[in-house]
């Protein structure tokens, strides 16, 4: 039986439209409705430059109405419509597997198809990083600069043994949803840790409802739908753990991707291995994972991209939209 080679087995823009369609249908984010396909993304990532502005127009105030009269002389003013502006970022990160690691993967009967999935599920993962990521530096921006009003925290780090007080419970994720105001209605997920899942679990908290086509079950509490994900932080304190409960609404994250010029190749070193030679596969994914209403302010990057590291910098952060409702997402952190 011939040995199927990486070069072989790897044509790149077959190969390339395969992981871009599978890294959404198994991303957990994309799949839960986190992520909005956003034209407008996609085509200033098509274009130049590190940063794109995201123009917006602001809501119309709350000043009240004229009052008519009969006087000729007494002409309305009318009140402005106005604008402001977003910044996006754009990402490129880039991954390599040499064909030592891949040789499991080829004994298929279809190798490209195989190698495909496989690199599909890293960057599904990668994808919900870079969101969870993200998240994480809108609301560390949020406690710094904006008094927290995303966030509700009831959680503790002193070694005082834990109540319910400190642990999810409907109030509490109420009280976090309530940052939100009379707009708290636009919730619609809680993306928990798993610790935070099995707990309500042990107390027969979550219930299971159908989904459209009925052949599958989705987890719900309260009334919003659960996703469990240990990407969620849990930050060891010095006594406790902490966790972050997102709940978040529909199409909160834009999200866009645009192939590079070479998003997949083969490389061939043909003298390593004393001349046996090594094929590496390369992977390049150009997007940009952008939460409405917080512009990114590209204050702290040591390259030309920004890492994850970078994403959860507050700095890097600051929100634009006026109204903290406008932003569909709230932090609730607990002690499990």
Request: aromatic fraction near 8%; charged fraction near 25%; avoid cysteine.
């Amino acid at each position: 039986m011939s040995t199927v080679r990486l070069s072989d087995a790897v044509e790149p823009t077959v190969f390339n439209n395969y992981i871009s369609k599978n890294t959404m249908q198994k991303s957990a984010f994309y799949g839960a409705g986190v992520f909005r396909s956003d034209g407008d993304l996609a085509a200033k990532l098509a274009g130049g430059g590190r940063t794109f502005n995201v123009p917006f127009w602001k809501d119309l105030d709350d000043s009240e109405p004229d009052a008519a009269s009969d006087d000729p002389d007494s002409h309305a003013v009318p009140s402005k419509l106005s604008s402001g502006t977003d910044v996006a970022r754009r990402i490129i990160w880039t991954k390599g597997w040499s064909a030592a690691h891949l040789v499991a993967e080829l004994a298929g009967a279809d190798p490209m198809k195989r190698i495909s999935e496989r690199v599909s599920e890293y960057w599904a993962r990668r994808l919900d990083d870079a969101a969870i990521a993200t998240l994480r530096g809108v609301f560390a921006d949020n406690v710094l600069n904006d008094g927290g009003d995303m966030v509700e925290d009831i959680s503790i780090d002193t070694g005082a043994t834990l109540t319910a007080d400190e642990l999810i419970s409907a109030p509490a994720v109420m009280a976090a949803a309530q940052t939100m105001g009379d707009a708290k209605d636009q919730l619609k997920l809680l993306v928990i840790h798993s610790e935070v899942e099995t707990r309500l679990a042990e107390n027969d908290l979550i219930s299971f409802r159908p989904d459209s086509t009925g052949t599958s079950f989705i987890p719900h509490y309260l009334n919003y739908r659960v996703l469990v994900s240990d990407k969620v932080p849990a930050i060891m304190g010095a006594n406790k753990v902490r966790y972050h409960n997102y709940l978040i609404g529909a199409d909160a994250l834009g999200w866009a991707e645009s192939a590079v010029a070479r998003p997949v190749s083969v490389e061939q070193d043909e003298s390593a291995g004393d001349g046996m030679g090594v094929e590496t596969l390369w992977t390049r994914r150009q997007f940009a994972v952008h939460p409405y209403g917080v512009k990114w302010t590209d204050a702290n990057v040591g390259g030309e991209f920004p890492t994850l590291s970078e994403l959860r910098l507050a700095s890097n952060w600051d929100r634009v939209y006026a109204e903290r409702k406008q932003i569909p997402i709230a932090l609730l952190i607990t002690n499990g």
